[in-house]
């Protein structure tokens, strides 16, 4: 698809992008994923440390940017496999977990993707029925019908919007930033009760930090997506520094920045809903920049979890066009909106933990298996298995350290309360053990390409 047809339906599905066909530039994954995370939702997301877990502001802001420290690394990292794959995340993924390992792991990418777009949806539709009086369900059609529209166009124009949305996004967000410091009179403290709940200062640090890291958790499994137009042929290296650097500093900027944000306004609030998070002191003359904010800042996020999910869709074996799954992943996620929308806060905080706990274990593989090429130890047993095997593992190996209260509590994080929900860590840590023991070095002249196994056989 040309770059200047940005009306053109994307049709390039799964397939890998050769070197002739790359085009676009470093430079736009800036404003992509600043605009993708100043919104109403990583407000809301921030607000979870002091509202929810009664953290301090200065514990928020270590827990929060700590946890983006990490996250955006590895969203970046995995942004530059996009430049020298030129594939779809999942479809990178199926070398390192086999065909049917990453089919049951693109099929968890693309539940990921809907359900992100449900959350979303439903923070903006309660923002609109908040500051306008528009009910909850026409709000969540309404958004549902614009993010598809875009999405289902494909790579291009959801560049090009993003590139739209984000000096607006920008210049409304900071206007919200000033108000908040003018009519907040102090940094928030910390809640003895809510603290209490959660193990005490520890636990609730821990807990923040988990949080944060789900909510990137998501977008670290869609990076590729969103590089794999940028696979030319010359200077690679240079291209993926500059992949690199753009994609940090973008979510990281954001994602502190607005989580921050919501820290100190959630402690000033009763958080029961995200509405709440619109104070009587947000003036009469900026509510309606605001709105216009809400309503872009809930399409800018959801556009790319519509088509990602699409992808992952079709890595699972799915035999649909691009489009059509794309509007497929917005009609599951209309659905979830319409259903899942009431008791806000609780499905929201199980969501992110449950994406988390599958998501990071699969981190050391494909850090692994993409620096350092793996074999398996054993004739007849394909390294991808025993990848897929290895993150099992590591799923398994977490479960006690689960802190889900009240729908499961693991028999660790019963015992140790102070040690928050840690099971991401001992996740990705047991998964690293697994697979080394699984597998043995390969020793490759190179892997700058996936093998021909990892080519998409449809689209």
């Not at 390192?96 to 990418?109: A, D, M, Q, V, Y």
């Not at 008791?343 to 298996?369: D, T």
């Not at 991808?384 to 190996?397: E, M, N, R, S």
């Amino acid at each position: 698809m040309k770059s200047n047809d940005l009306l053109t339906v994307e049709s390039k599905g799964i397939a890998r992008v050769e070197p002739e066909e790359a085009h676009g530039t470093p430079r736009a994954l800036f404003g992509l994923w600043a605009a993708v995370n100043v919104e109403f939702a990583t407000i809301t997301t921030g607000a979870i440390a002091t509202g929810v877990f009664g953290l301090s502001a200065r514990d928020a802001i270590l827990a929060i940017v700590l946890a983006n420290l990490i996250g955006c690394t590895l969203l970046a990292l995995f942004s530059t496999y996009g430049v020298e794959y030129g594939l779809p995340q999942m479809i990178q993924c199926q070398e390192w977990f086999g065909k049917p390992g990453n089919r049951f792991l693109s099929f968890l990418n693309f539940l990921s993707g809907f359900s992100w777009f449900a959350v979303n949806t439903v923070i903006g539709s309660y923002a609109l029925h908040a500051t306008i009086g528009v009910a909850i369900d026409p709000a969540i059609v309404a958004l549902t019908v614009v993010q598809v529209f875009i999405a289902l166009i494909g790579h291009d124009f959801i560049v090009a919007a993003e590139r739209w949305f984000f000096y607006f996004l920008i210049a409304v967000f900071a206007i919200l930033t000033v108000l908040s410091w003018l009519n907040i009179t102090h940094a928030p403290l910390p809640n003895p009760k809510s603290l209490a709940e959660v193990g005490g200062a520890s636990g609730a640090f821990l807990l923040t930090v988990s949080i944060m890291l789900s909510w990137l958790g998501g977008w670290i499994m869609y990076s590729s997506d969103y590089t794999r137009y940028l696979c030319y042929r010359d200077n690679r290296p240079q291209m993926k520094r500059r992949v690199f650097i753009n994609t940090f500093l973008g979510a990281f900027i954001s994602c502190v920045w607005l989580e921050c944000l919501g820290a100190f306004i959630g402690a000033t609030v009763q958080l029961n809903s995200p509405s709440d998070l619109f104070t009587a002191w947000i003036p009469a003359w900026f509510r309606p920049l605001l709105i216009v904010a809400v309503i872009i800042g809930t399409v800018s996020p959801n556009i790319l979890n519509i088509y990602s999910a699409s992808l992952s869709a079709l890595a699972t074996g799915i035999r649909l066009k691009q489009y059509q799954a794309a509007l497929l992943t917005g009609a599951v996620g209309l659905a979830l909106a319409l259903f899942g929308h009431d008791n806000f806060y609780k499905h929201y905080e199980l969501l992110l933990f449950f994406l988390g706990y599958v998501i990071f274990p699969r981190v050391p593989v494909m850090i692994i298996g993409h620096f350092w090429p793996r074999r398996a130890r054993w004739p007849g047993l394909a390294v991808g298995h025993l990848g897929f095997a290895a993150w099992l593992i590591g799923v398994v190996c977490s479960v006690p350290f689960f802190n889900q209260y009240p729908l499961f509590v693991g028999s660790f994080a019963r015992a140790w309360p102070q040690c928050g929900d840690i099971s991401f860590f001992v996740g990705a840590a047991a998964t690293t053990l697994a697979y080394l023991a699984l597998t043995a070095p390969r020793h490759a002249a190179a892997h700058a390409e996936l093998p021909s196994s990892a080519s998409p056989t449809y689209e």
